[in-house]
């Protein structure tokens, strides 16, 4: 069996789907995938954790044709970003809850380009996403997400995949998780804001002379910001629960792609 810098066949390989598996994740998960970080630093980063990792994970039995080469490749990335997708729910959530305040409040109109995605969100979204990342850290809770994916390659070892269909029910129960942590952030603010709404056509319909939208905006904008500070600590509470939940919500959709 020929050698490549002193390395075998079987290690090579091992390595490459180390990496693949690692960098896919990285590429999808939150924080790290963000534009902010260069690519060059992120494949770095792969490459640092895949050389970390390779030592624990045991060797692949070699490969012996081009088309199972194919197949682990394509399992490896798929299993990346499937994974980092359900990884991922938390933080669009939390943004989605933030742009549901924003419609309420008016502020819908006003998009900003994200620095992390490049794309136009509202901006109280934006503030919400960046309040999560910031609780993310703080709570060490991307150490869980690296732990996610060294403890992947015992529940899922190389190469290969296996598409179950529980897998469906699963992200569906995630999804599901996810609807439930936005009514839980932006229920607060949102009923409130709708009451809000609910008191100017009263007083539309008693005072037809007023001018309903030229004084009911700055009400809204004023009531929806004072709950917003109000409702802040709502997310300190229910974040690193959620962000809890990330690691078991790994490991069963790994579970579902067992062979």
Known sequence: MPDVFGLTVAQLETFFFIFLRV??????????????????????????IAFVLYGSVPLMTP????????????????????????ASLVFLGVQFAGEIIDIE???AVANIISPQTQQQVTVIGEFQLTIATLLFLISDAHHLLLQGISGSFNVLPLPYIALHPAIAGN?????????????????????ALFLTNVALAFMARVAPQMNVFVVGFPIQVGIGLILIAVSLPILGDVMPQM???VPQQMNQIMQDLRV
């Open 23 to 48: 960098s896919v994740m990285l590429s999808i998960f939150p924080i790290f995938s963000s534009v902010q970080i260069p690519r060059l630093a992120r494949v770095g980063f792969g490459l640092l």
């Open 105 to 107: 409040i008016g502020f």
């Open 171 to 191: 992200v569906t129960i995630f999804l599901s998780s996810a609807i439930s942590d936005i009514v839980k952030i932006a229920a607060p603010p949102a009923v």
């Open 243 to 245: 962000f809890a939940q």
């Open 63 to 86: 490969l012996t044709s081009f088309y199972d080469l194919l197949a682990a490749t394509v399992s490896q990335a798929l299993l990346g970003m499937i994974v980092g997708f359900v």
